[in-house]
Nanobody, 125 residues
Framework: VQLQASGGGLVQPGGSLRLSCTASGLPPNSYSLGWFRQTPGKEREGVSCISFGDGSTFTLYSVSDRFTISEDKATNTVYLQMHRLKPEDTAVYFC???????????????????WGQGTLVTVSS
C-alpha cells in the first residue's frame, strides 16, 4: 500500500485548505481512507475517515461543522476540505488506510491502520 498525501500549507485563521491522499496497491472498494493529525507532545488524533466500500463516514465532532471528507473512487483519492481554520487546527496531518468498516469504529487507530506521510497545516496570521 502506498499513500501519497498533499495539500498542506500556511493559511490565515478563517481560511480554507483541501488535503488530498491517493492510495495505490489496493483492490477496489476494499478499504477506508482517512486523516489523523498530531501536534508536538500529543497523541495522533483521528479526524475523519470514509469507507470506499459503502461510503460511510466519521468525522471528529469538534471539527464536523468545518471539515468535510469525500472520496473519488476513480482515482482512489480521499479529500479533506477544511473551512474556517483555527490556530488550534495547526498540526501534521497524516493520511491513513484501514479496513472498509473503519468509520464504524470512529476512525480509531488500530493494528490494521496503515500510514502515509504527513503534511503540515499551519494556521497563523
Amino acid at each position: 500500500v502506498q499513500l501519497q498525501a498533499s495539500g498542506g500549507g500556511l493559511v490565515q485563521p478563517g481560511g480554507s485548505l483541501r488535503l488530498s491522499c491517493t492510495a495505490s496497491g489496493l483492490p477496489p472498494n476494499s478499504y477506508s481512507l482517512g486523516w489523523f493529525r498530531q501536534t508536538p507532545g500529543k497523541e495522533r488524533e483521528g479526524v475523519s475517515c470514509i469507507s470506499f466500500g459503502d461510503g460511510s463516514t466519521f468525522t471528529l465532532y469538534s471539527v464536523s461543522d468545518r471539515f468535510t471528507i469525500s472520496e473519488d473512487k476513480a482515482t482512489n483519492t480521499v479529500y479533506l476540505q477544511m473551512h474556517r481554520l483555527k490556530p488550534e487546527d495547526t498540526a501534521v496531518y497524516f493520511c491513513a488506510q484501514d479496513l472498509p468498516n473503519w468509520p464504524r469504529s470512529g476512525c480509531r487507530r488500530r493494528t490494521e491502520t496503515r500510514w502515509g506521510q504527513g503534511t503540515l497545516v499551519t494556521v497563523s496570521s
